[in-house]
């Protein structure tokens, strides 16, 4: 079983937290801003927080865009955390509409409605049918935007209406949530995909 994750280092994102709780589920980690080491990965794992242009941005930059596309194509797997998760769609609405990286059908707008915006805390997730998690459990959420029911949708919360909290596309997978702030489901979520085939 090929325990190695390859996490991409990003600078808008929350390395540390995640790298912990991946060593902790049993990964053997590999921590790289570099878009060649990324494209030959076969396990990767995006995080992500604050905005999106500014994470998209980044990864234009560093041509990891270009590098995440060519390790998806191949037949990696992929996991996007938060704003990670969002990357993966086609588009968010943030500052404009800024184009994603395309690996999920899909565009990411805010919140609309009577709650407070950003939604921070835990919320309640049903899962339908994901290799990640499997029935209910509440989650850690810090979000102004989301997916809202996605093509790809495996599981769905709820904050002032129904929005997607994951997907999953073959080997292609994003939590909104971040489950390295969510106790033990949320370890679940990483070890599932730590140790997914």
């Known amino acids: 079983m090929n325990m190695q994750i390859t996490l991409v280092d990003s600078p808008v994102a929350n390395v540390a ?4 709780a991946l060593r902790y589920v049993g990964a053997d980690l590999r921590l790289t801003r570099d878009a060649a ?8 794992v995006l995080p992500g927080v604050g905005s999106f242009t500014a994470a998209m941005n980044w990864l234009r930059e560093r041509r990891i865009d270009d590098a995440l596309r060519s390790a998806a194509g191949r037949g990696a797997s ?7 998760h969002q990357l993966l769609f086609d588009a968010s609405h943030e500052m404009g509409i800024t184009p994603g990286l395309g690996l999920i059908r899909g565009e990411v707008r805010k919140f ?7 939604q921070i805390g835990w ?25 809202f029911s996605a093509e790809n949708e495996v599981a769905s919360a709820d904050y002032g ?4 909290a994951a997907v999953q596309r073959e080997k292609i997978f994003g939590v909104q949530f971040h489950p390295e702030k969510s ?4 370890l679940q979520v990483l070890r599932s995909f730590v140790q997914w085939t």
């Open 161 to 164: 209406g129904a929005f997607t």
């Open 112 to 118: 609309e409605g009577p709650l407070t915006v950003p």
């Open 17 to 20: 937290n995640i790298a912990r």
């Open 78 to 84: 992929l996991l996007g955390i938060c704003v990670g």
């Open 37 to 44: 080491v990324i494209a030959e990965a076969d396990k990767i």
């Open 183 to 186: 106790s033990a489901a949320g």
């Open 123 to 147: 919320n309640r997730v049903r899962f339908t049918k994901s290799a990640l998690f499997d029935g209910e459990a509440s989650f850690y959420f810090v979000n102004s935007y989301a997916a």
